[in-house]
Structures are given as structure tokens and as C-alpha cells.
């Protein structure tokens, strides 16, 4: 009988926040976090453990055996050996080593059904629980040693690595290497999904096809749970950021719990350990951190991570232009963005021909690397735009190593995180990956700047072909064996490379968007995809077959994710019921489709014009209970946030509504539909200057979207932000729409002339320079309302400027004599009264008694109109008021035509 640890039996989770492990169930719903640290198993740390540590944390290859060690201890010698066989990537030899000195028992290969030292262990017996307590067993009888810790972050960083490279990078290696691991990298077919059960998180299921699940439980299991026993080692807080980034990647939607225990891991990491004093190092643990965020949706420092990793290795990038061409029969040079990257260090060393990179440490194949061992952009076959740009004269480069390659990466994710979606923000981005791909250096930091520039690409139809095959290419290296493991995996951690089942569903993707669905239904039907199987299905319009293929699986395995598929072919609610029951309550998939079902459905009602009743009503607040309760599981699903906060707006819960996309965008704050409506909910419960701010935020990511301009112009107004105002006008005017909402502009050109404090105090006179570009700017636009003329008007009067001020009075004038049925219609006919005497008023104060005389004429029409217009409707108070605004416009024309003749 193995011992059973009471403070090492963990499943789901990875460890409670308090330092005391707790029995998490199956699914994994507790609190998930690091262990505390508690008294170590050696009070002092020798140089040589450290050493070691350095040796294999970034790839650097390992040291020599330790001369300090003792010949008889074994323990030592074989952290030596492991940290050798780790930057060789030989990770299946000290996964076998560590079991050879009885930390991997003998239970982690019962999975294969396969025999153990004892005897035949019956397959369905053992679970994941069962091995994860075997682990822990021999784990607290593992001899305490100075080497223990190292022997124990060694093997889980190479169940890790190993776990990384069969569903990352590849190659695969053989069924029967697999098979023969102390740590059993193919289970029996029964036992995976216990696997798969064991390693799910909040309610988050693992992808179904993930190969040797055993590897990352076992690595979680050494780094994570019990990551008290490695306290004394100065790398374990980073090998354990790497295996949950790891575990959240191959999830379905982040999780909050591997989210805080990776914010306690990247916090417990001490710059100055002594194992970061190398610029290139800090360089690269920096970049993995900005790498983490980008899978949690954290883009807000991102910046801050790269800049630093560029300060500390020192290079120089600067974004510029040059004159050159890009298509084959241009005729003429233009500016061309381009980056240019300088490193402060001396020239890389080319490497000889006789070289045998394969055996050089990983650090140094790092920064020099063959281009031969990285893959290679695919050239563009195209009638009209060349390969690449074609400058006119040589655009200074330099050779980067792989580090500062990935620094460029990193700025290419800065400008997409920091910028509107934008074609000038896809410019920018690939300016930096070409000063990537051009030189490749190493193997990870090419695949993700290629995968970067072929989603791009794929929004340009010239270069969509080419996009596409490259994706291809990518996906196909996994099964290219002449790239050593170490290498493919020595940056990895860098860059932001998602595994390979998610590569192979963006693939794809874009052969659906192509309109190919038979060629994306074969690789979803090899992925198990059964959410786009069924969408591809309905495109070739075979919707019962899906429904029957679904139905015999269901026969042979019954589990709560094809009830819930079931659920989507059918379109019935009470499998998603059998499907939440099935799981215990655990699946988030049940009720996060479920509510979507019902959401569609409300909304098709809605369309359709159906009136808020009863009924409707209920639709939305049963959607709302579904996602409250998938939410209650996971905080961490922007979607499902944002469709819980649009339906608590239909039924006007406002506060709701403004909680829900508070969090979405909390999460991702990329979307600007979520903070348009975020806004939306805070003009709702009165809250102005908060739905300013949101407003705000979703013109940085909805650049040429007019409505979104529209929206904060309103907004602005009405808080007196006056630049922020006077700026959306602009845009508007920019993006060609007619303006007309005049109270928006006067409200801000009122506030210039009048140097009224804006809502941060600075007096709007400031904004002179802004107001005179959007007026000069309205003159030549197509406007809605003549009273948007009026305003420019005022503000050029306002600046005596009274030429400019009486054009924009007449061209009010004309716009509204444009306007149909003014005749009829007795406020139109007061608007058009003013606009008349505005003009007469005007050549008055210009002492052009000549065009003022000539005005006369138009009044004269005005208020033949006007009698007219009091016999249909009757004599009313405004029109009276036109009547004499009339009068008193002729009467001064008049004075001022005798005054002329007398002089």
C-alpha cells in the first residue's frame, strides 16, 4: 500500500493559496495557486545546484560534472546527467533517470496497461487520483539531499518539455519510444479521459486530443503541487509559470485559477538571484511574460515588458521610412515603412562549415543559429506586387540573434495591442516582422513571425494564397525531423506559438472563409472539432449526418460534451440539462451553449418585432440565469460575459449590463462593440463621464468606424471634453460622412470662443487651432443642416474673421433653401428666415451696402412666403417673430442705403 500524503492529494487544481494542499475534485474548481513556501530541505544552497540551475533554465547548456560533489553520492551525479540530457533535449532519458533513483514509481506506467514491478495492475483500477498519490508517495520518501530538489524540477521540466514538444513543435517521437517511458506518454484509450477529467480547470475541458496528458499531470504535479519542496531552488518559481501557461493553453477558455497562480509564480521570481545577471537572460524571461499575457487577453503591459527586455540587451529599433517600390510596373518610388534594429554588442560570429551545430550548448545556437534550421517564408507568386519591397538604395541592417528577433516580435504585439484596427497598424506590424524573417535565426521566433505576417496577409487578396500555404508550412513542420528538439524548443517560451491542434483549426478556418468547407471538415474531423464539424455540415447541407454520427458515439461513450453537441445539431435545451447533470454541475460548455441557444432565439424575436412581453422577457432572463451560472464556474469568458450583458440590456438591466461588459473588457480589451456598449449601459444609469471613457476607448479600436465617432462626439458634449469633440467631428469629416448634428458643434465651438474649462480644467481657448481645422475643414464637406454652417459661422466671428464668417452665412442660407417643403412647413420657414437675415446682418457689419441692397430681394420672397404660410395655418407666436425679424432686417438695409446716398 503506497502512503498517502494528506497534503499532496490535488487534481483539478494545482495547490490552495494557503500553503495547504486540498483535495480538489475531478474537475478542478478550487482555488488554484502555488504552495506557500514552508522551511526548505536544506538550509544552505551549494554554488554547484545553482550552477546547474543556470545550466538548462534558458537552454544553456550544462556544466561539467561538480568537482565539489562527493564520488559516492548518486544524487548529484545524476542532476549532472539530467541537466545534460535537458539542453540535449533528451527528455524521455531523465524522465527514466529520475525514475531510477525512485522519484517516478512505478504507477506511472499503469496507464498503458502494461505490468509493474509487482505484477499485471488491472487498467480500469487506477485513475488519475490514484497515480497522482502513488507520485506524491514517493515523492516524501525521495531521499533528502541537496540534489533532491534539483532531481525533482529536472524530471517535471522534462515531462513538461516533452509535453510541449509532442503537442507544440513536434517531432513525434515513435508509439514505442513513448510507450517505454517511466512516465507512460501513450495511455490506454480508457484511461484518457480520466486524464483529460484530472487536468481540467473551472470547469474548463482539455482538448479531447491531447497527446500524452499523463506528461503535464506529472509535471504539474512536480513543479506546481508541490512546489514547497523546490523553495531552495532559485528557477522552480519559472519552470512553474511555464507549466501553467502550458496546462491554460491547451484549455478551451482562460481560467481565473491558472491566471492567479501564474501572477504568484512571475511575482515570486527574483531578478537578482544571480541567475538573470545576463542581459539576454532577464531579456528572455521578460518576453515570456509578455507572452503569458497575450493568453489571458493582459495586453495593457505588454509594452512596458518589451521595452524593457529591449533596454537590457540594448537595441536600438527604429521605425522608418525609405523610398521604394512594391509592385512590378511602378514607375515612381515612395515612402516605405521599414524597421531597422541595431544591437549594441559586437558583430555575430559566422559559423564555420564544419560546425556541428547539433552538438553545440542551446544558449549559443540561440544567438547564432543556421538559417537552414528555421523555416522560410514562402515566396509570392503574383502577376503585379513583387516579392518584397524593393528599395532604391540598401536599407541599413544588422544581424540580430535570436533574442532581439524576439524583441521585434514582441514590438510587432505592442502596435496590435496599442493601436486601432487599422491598415497603418498591419503596416507597422509587418515592417517589423520583415526584419525577422529575412534573416531567420531560430526555429520558434521564425514559425511565430511568419504566423503573424500570414494573418495578416490573409486579409489581402493578392497575398492571400501565399498566407494560406505558409500556414500550411507551419503546420506541416512538425513532422520535419532535421531541426533538433532543443533548438525548437529553446525560444519557444518567448514568442507567442499556440499548439498545434489550435494552428491546424485556424487552417482550417481560413479554407472556410476561402469557401472550402470539405477541405476545413477533414481537419476538423482529424481535431474532433465537433462545434465546427457541425458548421461545416450545415454548409454542405448535411445536418442529419452530423445528428446520426453524433448519436453512435453517443452509444459507445456517453460523455456531457457530446450531449452538449447533440444539444447544438438539434437545437434542444433539455440535452444541455442532461449534459450539466452528467458533469455534476462541472461542464461550463452546457450552460455557456445553452444560454447562446436561448439568446438566438430571444433575438430572432426581437428582429422579427415582436413587442417585450411576458414571454420575450422570460427568454432573456433564462439566458441570463445560463451564463450566471457557466460564469459562476469561470470568470474568465469574455463571450460569455458579453452576451450575458446583452441580453441584461434588452431587458433594461442597466446595472447588469454595465457589470457584465465591465468584466469583458476587463479580460479582452480589444473589442469595441463591448466598451461601445459599456457606454451605452453608463449613459443608462446616468453615469456621462464614465460612458465618455468607454466611448473613448473603443475609437482606439474601431479607428474608421463612424459611429463610434458619432457616439463620443455626443457623449463629449455633454461633459465639455472639447478637444476630444472637436477631434471626433474630424474623424467624421475624415472618414467622408455628411455631418450634421450642429448642437454637438456649437456646443464646442461655443466653448472655444467663449474659453469655457473643459472637464479637466484646461479653458477650451486652448483648442483654437483644433476648432479653426474642423471648421476650415466643414467648409468643403457635405453637411446635413445649414445651422452646421451657422456654427463655423460664430466661431470665425468669434476670431474676426468676417469674410470667412459670411461665406458659411450664405452657404447656410443655400443649404437650407435646398431643403424640400420649407414653404409648408412654419419651423422651417423661421429657420430659413434667420439663415436669411444672418446674411443681410452680415454684409451689413462688412459696410457692403451694395450686396446688402441686393439681399432685399430675398427678404422680399421671404415674407411673401411667410403671408402665405399665415393664411393656411393661422397666425401663431413664431411665426409672428419671423415676420418681424423680417422687417427689421429690410428697415436696417434701408437706413443703410440712405446713409450711402448721402455720403
Known sequence: NKPKMADDHVHGGVAAADGADTANSGQGDDATSVQADRPGIMSAVPSWVSELEASVLFGAGAHAEPTTTPATAPLPHTANEAAKMLAAGQYGDVIDLAASVGLIPAAMGWFSGGDDAQGSQPQHSLTAEAATEALAA???????QPASPLVQLFCGAACLQLFVQLNWTGPRPTDDVLKQLAVCALPAPRMHPTLLEALSVNGELVFELTVAPLLLLVARTLLVTHASRLSPLKSAPVWQARCLLSHQQMLEEPTSDLRDALETCTKSVNLNCGLFDDAKIKARW?????????????????????????????????????????????????????????????????????????????????????????????????????????????????????????????????????????????????????????KPTDFSVQTAALLLKSRIEAKYTRRMNRAMVQLQELVDLYDEETTPVAHRLAMLPCVPLPPRHRLRMELAKRFLDLGVPRDALAIYEDLSSWDDMILCYQLLQQDERAERLIRQRLEVSPTPLLWCILADVTRNEEFYETAWELSKHRLTRAPRSQGRMVLLRAEAAYNRGDAMNDDLRGLYTRCIECFERCLKLNQLQPAAWFSLGCAAMRIDDHERAARAFRR????????????????????????????????????????????????LSVVAAQVRAFRQCLFAIRRLVELERPFGDWQVLGVAIDGVCENIPDFEGVPAGHYERQAREVADMLKRATVNHHKVWSACAVFYEAHDEKDQAQECRRSAYQKAKTTKGWEKDPEMMC????????????????????????????????????????????????LTAAAKQLQDAQDAVQKAVDAAKEH
Open 831 to 878: 429657420d430659413i428666415v434667420e439663415a436669411a437675415v444672418a446674411v443681410t446682418n452680415g454684409f451689413l457689419r462688412l459696410k457692403d451696402t451694395k450686396q446688402a441692397a441686393a439681399s432685399r430681394l430675398a427678404l422680399r420672397g421671404l415674407v411673401k412666403h411667410l403671408q402665405r404660410l399665415v393664411l393656411e395655418h393661422g397666425d401663431s407666436a413664431v
Open 138 to 144: 514517493a515523492i516524501a520518501t525521495f531521499p533528502e
Open 286 to 438: 521578460l518576453l515570456e511574460q509578455a507572452a503569458a499575457r497575450l493568453v489571458f487577453h493582459r495586453t495593457s503591459d505588454i509594452q512596458d515588458l518589451v521595452d524593457a527586455a529591449r533596454s537590457a540587451v540594448g537595441l536600438q529599433i527604429n521605425l522608418t521610412g525609405a523610398l521604394g517600390k512594391r509592385t512590378k510596373f511602378q514607375t515612381f518610388e515612395v515612402a516605405q515603412l521599414v524597421v531597422t534594429a541595431e544591437p549594441m554588442r559586437e558583430p555575430l560570429a559566422e559559423p564555420s562549415a564544419t560546425q556541428d551545430v547539433a552538438s553545440e550548448p542551446v544558449a549559443e545556437a540561440t544567438d547564432s543559429k543556421p538559417a537552414s534550421q528555421a523555416p522560410h517564408e514562402t515566396p509570392l507568386d503574383d502577376d503585379t506586387l513583387l516579392p518584397a519591397v524593393a528599395f532604391s538604395e540598401d536599407v541599413q541592417t544588422h544581424e540580430l540573434d535570436a533574442v532581439e528577433q524576439a524583441i521585434l516580435v514582441g514590438c510587432c504585439l505592442d502596435v496590435r495591442s496599442s493601436n486601432p484596427h487599422h491598415t497603418l497598424t498591419a503596416e507597422k506590424m509587418t515592417s517589423y516582422l520583415n526584419a525577422v524573417v529575412g
Open 664 to 711: 469583458k473588457v476587463e479580460i479582452d480589451t480589444d473589442d469595441f462593440e463591448s466598451w461601445n456598449n459599456l457606454a451605452r449601459s453608463y449613459l443608462k444609469l446616468g453615469q456621462k463621464k464614465r460612458a465618455f471613457l468607454a466611448f473613448n476607448e473603443s475609437t482606439r479600436l474601431a479607428f474608421d468606424n463612424w459611429k463610434v465617432w458619432e457616439n
